[in-house]
């Protein structure tokens, strides 16, 4: 049996942390900070929390998954008291419960292990911050408010991790808030996912109309048991959270603040940014499978939004130069995978992909993070190069999970996205062939990356021959450089053969190495409990797949069922995935590997250079929101300012210069009797100010009569022009 | 003649709280005057009798007195706490921030009790007479509250400014009522109730009349729009203490004194459109409130506008009186006042000339500065937006359960979408507070121990209702049933 209060203690231990050190970081910021008692608060903290959750979810698949494990510590909000309205309505509470199915059991060993690399990683990368002890404290609380996420057990509990973990990020994105940029971004993933919460939390509201609970467990049972009664306001519901899922995992249109979100620090964007966060989208739409499946029309708009995410960002990733911004687009490419999955009913592949994501995306980010560490703050590709000889353990690691990512048998990668694949050509033929491009879109620009950074020669910034041909938001990639020029210098103390006078790279701790092995050992080995046993005689469905089948609640008599192909099918789709990584990969080496001048992209992109333009303006989508959404918002509200401050004053002496032609100066007469009469009862000290009393802020005192004069009538006409 | 004793017995113990606070601003006064040399103790000593009032609710008799006009019940216990912890947290604000504004004056405090036995004789009074009483002496206390800087024109400005548009909406008030007793022949709510609950009752427009004047004297009170335009204006020039205190205590008194009449008016409503006229008030709030508070910079203008949405929130409950609907709207009001007035106690403290606006500039990096009031600022931020878990969270939920359940999933969906619009302008706050370099020549903080003290009170209010609202739950909905039940 699962100890429900050691698994309360799961989230609350690192909540501890984000207090303690928080209570240390915010009450004495000018003292000096032990940095070992941060570091053993925090990482203390995350790794007691992940044994924790090893341990409950251990003792739970003993006990058998066939039903998930729920324990409600209170009842939160309590249903009012005369409410019997008849049958479920009256359930309108909601506890404060947890729950441990095979989802919520992957995604909490998801978040606490890599939650707790990433916290052992950022004790080197961050090392010389003087943020030090103010970032742990965020990405603790970060680590609590996923848990919650994660482990709640109904949409009102998610819904406060939801919130919870927005709030860290954009504190996180704009770590760095003296960059200017930094406090943009973070307003930016602040704007993007209000919008989305938007959608998710009506979403929820419509779960709660509907259902008279949030409950998961109560939810999925009506569904079990009434069927398809529910159609029509499913899809209303599922279209809704996957608004929130489009906010949170940034999805088409949403999407435009996670790119920007590389502004915070790398461990950041490889724990929030690429893990764990922008995955709960995911996560939501899988938890809610059998609201999805109810409406086929939310499935199809989940699988579409999807792949074009997938192509989109993709094409995209193809001719940035920042590191982290190819990543950044590859994670939405990603993201866009998974929800590609749930959309065609492969829910378990897509938290499959989730899995081996975390691995081999947290591996890119750290080891990305390592070589701007190492560069001292470089982050752009065409500065690097040849790192192989300066970086080896970086380079090791970083390979491997490029490999993986590109879809070689046996990585991690590979299982995932033919599953996926595999599924959407079920699905329907166009989707797969957009996800095929997008896969070898993807295989080509993280080779493109590989080649850039680590192979050739070095085109540090002490090197002569690369023109400065940086776009204008080159400013805007320079992720914390100032911080990490600084780092650099301290760094060459510690002895890595550096010179004073040219700044060579340098290989990182053995704090940030060692978590880059252990990510890159997980994207070579973790993608096997996906292996498709089916096609060598073994079970139908893969290890994965019998694991999370438990979530997969049946619709009234109608099981789930997971995609089946033929062997012979089966077999040419694998052959044609690892068909396109290979080209992928062959042609980045062809290009960036074997010619070094690059001479083949470089006359594709003055040939092309339309299309070269688009993709490396992102197609220009930032532009027209600001033109467009943004800037109408921000010209609505102050209209609607100045009409509250400025149209009454219109209107009014309109009005008053009617009034001063009837009742001649009956006005000033009002001013000068009542108004003057009264400040001098005031007191002799308000004659100084009697000029201002008189002509007030916004206008005379009169006219607020008169708009209340004005509601009356207001009043009058709502009650003539409506009905009772 | 009914010939009820005119002081029934135990009466005493039915107005123990306003006695307490009646003696003790007079003690006050008597104080300052006779020991100008301790009047640093006023404040303290204002604390202590807040305290009192609180304590003597122990020895309260439930029941009716004074003929039938006063009522004191589970539910007027409920807004005397809500009342008294206004006035706790006010006095404790102003303690620190009277004292760097140079005001000296036991009477300050004796105007916040006095004014605070207005608003228990609103949540209590049976009658509109003694409801329309309390209502005076409410606002004759904030006329002199809000002109308390004498020196100051924004001051003396805010002062006229609500006297004379107070005095225009009580005119409509009174008219109102003078329209009721001419129908119903009684201004006792009690009697009123029974009138109403006539089957063959007819409504005539001039009850729809006097429903709308009522409805815009006491929609002034609580800054609903279109009533709403001396909120901002108001709060801007009065003392910041008394601005919070002001955005929050009459708001719940006139609820309270609403949901009474409202609940007298029951049998007929369905068969009027009133609810509608107040659903629209309801709406025109949030709506307005929400939008013009996203272009303020100024924060006392920017919280005025947010009141004004909050109070919309709170409107929606009142559409249905039911058990649900009071307990929401007390709930929701004690859960206001922790936010509110903590949100206006740190802006209190920002020490500036009172005269110039206290703008987004001012809190800008406060966060490295004084974290702890910053940590204040922004928690009432979470709550006022109604991010979970704090209690902001809980009551507006609760507000938009009771308003759904009850057949209003339209105006609850306006609620929902206008709040979560607003979370832009409140998580704005917080986003200047960390990640804003404060700008040279910083706005100095000067907080005191008891302003401290008043932040860290709205800290743990705000998260213990929003992590176990359980027992203010029970409280308030078994206050609103005994309410509901006669």
């Known amino acids: ?162 919130e919870g973990v927005g709030l860290c990020s954009y504190l996180l994105i704009g770590f760095y808030y003296d960059k200017n940029f930094a406090a943009e971004a973070g307003k930016k993933a602040f704007i993007a996912n209000r919008v989305g919460d938007f959608g998710f939390i009506l979403g929820i509201f419509l779960i709660f109309n509907t259902f008279g609970t949030s409950d998961y467990g109560r939810v999925f049972a009506q569904i079990t048991a009434h069927g398809h009664a529910y159609a029509g306001v499913a899809t209303a519901i599922c279209l809704l959270l996957f608004v929130g899922a ?86 939405v490419s990603q993201l866009g995978f998974m929800f590609l999955a749930a959309g065609v009913g ?211 008599d109608h099981h789930f069922h997971f995609h089946e192909a033929s062997k012979s099918t089966e077999v040419v789709l694998i052959l044609v995935s690892i068909g396109v990584a290979v080209f992928g990969i062959a042609l980045a080496r062809r290009w960036y590997f074997s010619d070094p001048s690059w001479s083949t992209p470089k006359r594709l992109g003055t040939n092309f250079s339309f299309i070269h333009q688009v993709l490396e303006n992102k197609y220009y989508v930032d532009e027209i929101y600001n033109a467009t959404a943004i800037g109408g918002t921000v010209k609505l509200a102050r209209a609607l300012s100045w009409f509250d401050a400025n149209i009454l004053d219109g209107l009014v002496n309109l009005v008053r210069h009617i009034t001063v032609i009837v009742l001649g100066h009956g006005s000033s007469m009002f001013d000068k009797y009542v108004v003057d009469g009264a400040v001098n009862g005031v007191g002799a000290g308000a004659r100084e100010g009697s000029s201002a009393l008189r002509r007030m802020q916004s206008g005379f005192v009169q006219n607020y009569a008169l708009v209340m004069g004005g509601g009356i009538v207001l009043l009058a006409a709502v009650y003539m022009f409506t009905k009772a | 003649m009914n010939l009820t004793p005119l002081l029934e017995a135990h009466w005493i113990n039915a107005i123990l709280p306003e006695l307490v606070l009646c003696i003790g601003g007079m003690f006050l006064i008597l104080f300052d005057a006779f020991a100008p040399k301790a009047r640093s103790l006023t404040g303290p000593i204002a604390v202590v009798i807040f305290i009192l009032c609180a304590w003597s609710q122990r020895f309260v008799a439930v029941g009716t007195f004074f003929g039938g006009t006063y009522e004191v019940g589970g539910i007027t216990r ?106 119903t022949e009684s201004t006792n709510i009690n009697v009123m109730a029974r009138w109403f609950a006539n089957p063959d009752v007819t409504i005539t427009p001039l009850l729809t009349v006097a429903f709308v004047l009522l409805m815009a004297g006491f929609g002034f009170k609580l800054a609903l729009a279109p009533f709403h335009p001396w909120a901002p204006d108001v709060y801007q020039g009065a003392p910041t203490p008394v601005a919070g205190w002001l955005s929050v205590a009459p708001k719940a008194a006139t609820l ?45 203008r920017m919280l005025a506008y947010s009141g004004i949405a909050q109070v919309g929130y709170m409107t929606i409950a009142m559409l249905t009186i039911n058990e649900d609907a009071v307990a929401s709207i007390a709930i929701y009001t004690i859960v206001y006042a922790l936010m509110n007035l903590g949100a206006f106690g740190v802006i209190s403290m920002l020490a500036k000339n009172q005269n110039d606006p206290q703008t987004l500039d001012d809190i800008a990096g406060l966060g490295w500065r004084r974290p702890f009031h910053a940590l204040a600022l922004a928690v009432c931020m979470f709550s006022l937006s109604g991010l979970p878990p704090t209690g902001g969270f809980v009551s507006k939920f609760y507000i938009f359960r009771t308003a759904v359940q009850s057949g209003h999933t339209g105006i609850a969906l306006i609620g929902i979408i206008t709040s979560i619009a607003s979370v832009y302008y409140y998580l704005r706050v917080v986003y200047y507070l960390y990640m804003k370099e404060s700008a040279e020549g910083q706005t100095r903080i000067d907080g005191g121990i008891f302003a401290t003290g008043a932040l860290a009170i709205s800290i743990i209010g705000i998260f213990l209702i929003g992590i176990w609202p359980t027992p203010l739950f029970h409280a308030a909905s078994y206050a609103a049933h005994l309410l509901l039940a006669r």
Not at chain 1, 70 to 78: F, K
Not at chain 2, 288 to 300: E, M, P, T, Y
């Open chain 2, 78 to 183: 409920v807004f005397d706490i809500t009342f008294v912890l206004a006035g706790i947290l006010c006095t404790l604000l102003s303690a620190d921030y009277l004292e760097r504004e140079g005001i000296t004056g036991g009477e300050f405090y004796a105007l916040l009790m006095w004014g605070t036995v207005g608003m228990m004789m609103m949540a209590k009074g049976l009658d509109l007479l003694i409801i329309i009483l309390g209502l005076e002496l409410l606002s004759i206390c904030i006329f002199v509250l809000l002109g308390f800087q004498r020196r100051l024109p924004v001051s003396n400005e805010a002062s006229l400014k609500y006297f004379l548009m107070g005095a225009f909406a009580t005119g409509f008030i009174l008219y109102g009522t003078a329209l009721f007793y001419g129908a």
């Open chain 2, 256 to 300: 309270i004194a609403l949901i009474r009449i409202f609940h007298a008016m029951g049998p007929v409503l369905p068969q009027t459109k009133w609810m509608t006229i107040v659903a629209w008030l309801a709406v025109l709030s949030m709506i307005i409130g929400n939008s013009v508070a996203i272009a303020q910079r100024d924060l006392k």
């Open chain 1, 246 to 331: 489009c906010g949170k995992s940034a999805q088409i249109p949403l999407y435009v603040w996670l790119p920007d979100a590389m502004a915070g620090p790398t461990p950041v964007s490889a724990l929030i940014h690429a893990a764990t966060m922008v995955t709960a989208g995911v996560y939501m739409v899988v938890r809610s499978n059998a609201l999805f499946r109810l409406s086929p029309t939310a499935m199809a708009v989940v699988a579409i939004i999807g792949a074009v995410t997938a192509i989109f960002a993709a094409s995209i990733g193809l001719v940035q130069n920042d590191i982290k911004k190819v990543l950044a687009y590859s994670t």
């Open chain 1, 346 to 556: 492969a829910f378990t592949a897509a938290i499959f992909h989730v899995m081996t994501h975390a691995f081999f995306k947290a591996c890119l980010f750290l080891g990305a993070g390592s070589v701007i560490h190492g560069c001292g703050g470089e982050q752009d590709m065409r500065k690097m190069g040849g790192l192989r000889e300066y970086m080896p353990k970086t380079h090791a690691t970083m390979l491997l999970a490029t490999i993986a990512i590109s879809g070689i048998p046996p990585l991690a990668g590979f299982f995932s996205k033919d599953e996926i694949l595999g599924n959407a050509f079920g699905y329907s033929i166009p989707l797969w062939l957009i996800a095929v491009v997008a896969a070898t879109f993807t295989a080509f620009y993280m080779f493109r990356l590989y080649y850039m950074t680590f192979r050739g020669k070095y085109r540090g910034a002490h090197v002569e021959g690369i023109e400065e041909s940086e776009p204008k938001h080159a400013g805007h990639d320079l992720i914390g450089s100032h911080t990490h020029l600084d780092q650099g210098d301290q760094h060459s103390d510690k002895g890595h053969g550096h010179h004073d006078d040219v700044h060579l790279p340098h290989e990182s701790p053995a704090s940030m190495t060692g978590v880059l092995w252990i990510l890159a050992i997980l994207s070579v080995i973790g993608g096997l409990v996906g292996f498709p046993t089916g096609l060598f005689g073994g079970a139908k469905e893969t290890i994965f797949q019998r694991w999370l089948e438990p979530i997969l609640v049946p619709i009234g």
């Open chain 1, 1 to 162: 049996m699962v100890n429900p209060w050691l698994l309360l203690l799961v989230p609350l231990l690192p909540a501890l942390g984000a207090a303690i050190n928080g209570f240390r970081a915010f009450w004495w910021p000018k003292t000096p900070k032990n940095r070992a008692i941060t570091n053993a608060i925090a990482i203390g903290s995350t790794a007691l929390s992940a044994l924790l959750a090893a341990y409950s979810v251990l003792s739970y698949v003993r006990g058998g998954t066939e039903h998930a494990f729920q324990h409600v510590y209170y009842s939160w909000i309590p249903a009012g008291i005369g409410q019997v309205t008849g049958g479920f309505i009256s359930n309108f509470g909601i506890d404060f419960a947890f729950r441990l199915d095979p989802l919520s059991c992957t995604m909490l060993l998801i978040v606490t292990w890599v939650g707790c690399l990433i916290h052992i990683y950022a004790t080197g990368y961050m090392s010389h911050d003087t943020g030090y002890t103010r970032f742990f404290t965020y990405l603790n609380l970060f680590m609590f408010m996923m848990l919650l996420l994660v482990l709640g057990a109904n949409y009102m509990v998610m819904f406060v991790g939801w």
